[in-house]
């Protein structure tokens, strides 16, 4: 027979085995809900990743290129910021001449082809809506020497090797795509990633577009 000793035990089992279930629940939907709109993206891109390793059986034949490929969803979602084109978009025209400003008056000035030169306000701001940002991953070509000089590259992030120099934030690449009727020429050299990071590219010709306002 079951004591009244043996019966409050039990009770005091069942209500702290309540409470403590009732808290792990309560810290897992915690967990989720904390999670920034980023965070969430950035686990369903790691879900589907692996599903299509598995799906196509990369897992087992090509292991360091799905290593690689973690590595630079990894890279990609520690930058999670917002898109300047998104910002400048939705802030007043002072503003937006300010940001910009800052932003990109500092590559723009060390350009040889704008030092001394004074840049309106207006220019930052539609050169700005006009910039294409890409992540790159170690030992990645960024300029190839077939390539067409109609690009200039500012790194943003990371660590670019061209034309014998390596090339660190702020600095750019592919600088003959200033002279406008170079365009259609091609490159020559290369440029290579030494480093996960991120560039700013900018088409020459709506570089010249920009200036002839």
């Known amino acids: 027979a079951i004591t009244d000793v043996e019966k409050s035990y039990q ?14 629940i309560g810290a897992v939907c915690s967990i989720f ?6 965070q969430t993206l950035y686990y369903e891109d790691i879900d589907n990743l692996n ?16 290593a690689s490929l973690r590595l630079f969803f990894q890279y990609a979602h520690t930058l999670h910021d917002k898109s300047i084109n998104q910002i400048l978009t939705t802030i007043s025209p002072q ?38 940002s890409y992540i790159f991953a170690p030992l990645e070509n960024l300029i190839e020497p ?13 660590i670019v ?6 090339r660190r934030v702020g600095y750019t690449c592919g600088e003959d795509a200033l002279s406008a009727w170079r ?6 050299y290369q440029a290579t990633a030494l480093s ?5 590219v900018i088409q020459s010709e709506d570089l010249f577009e920009i200036l002839s306002r």
Not at 55 to 62: E, G, M, Q, S
Not at 97 to 126: E, K, M, T
Not at 148 to 158: A, F, S, T
Not at 183 to 188: A, F, K, Q, V, Y
Request: proline share 1%.
């Open 11 to 24: 009770l005091v089992a069942r209500i702290m085995s309540g409470i403590l279930y009732t808290y792990i």
């Open 33 to 38: 809900t904390s999670m920034t709109r980023e």
């Open 51 to 66: 599903r299509f390793f598995k799906d196509k059986h990369l897992d087992k034949t090509d292991k360091e290129l799905c």
């Open 95 to 132: 503003l937006r001449g300010q940001l910009a400003y800052r932003i990109h008056s500092d590559w723009i000035s060390a350009i040889p082809l704008f030092q001394g030169v004074s840049l309106s306000s207006q220019f930052y701001v539609v050169l700005a809506l006009r910039l294409e």
């Open 146 to 158: 077939h390539h067409k000089r109609n690009k200039l590259l500012v790194v943003d992030r990371g």
């Open 161 to 166: 090797h061209c034309q014998g120099q390596v």
């Open 183 to 188: 365009s259609e020429l091609i490159r020559g």
């Open 196 to 200: 996960h990071g991120q560039v700013i």
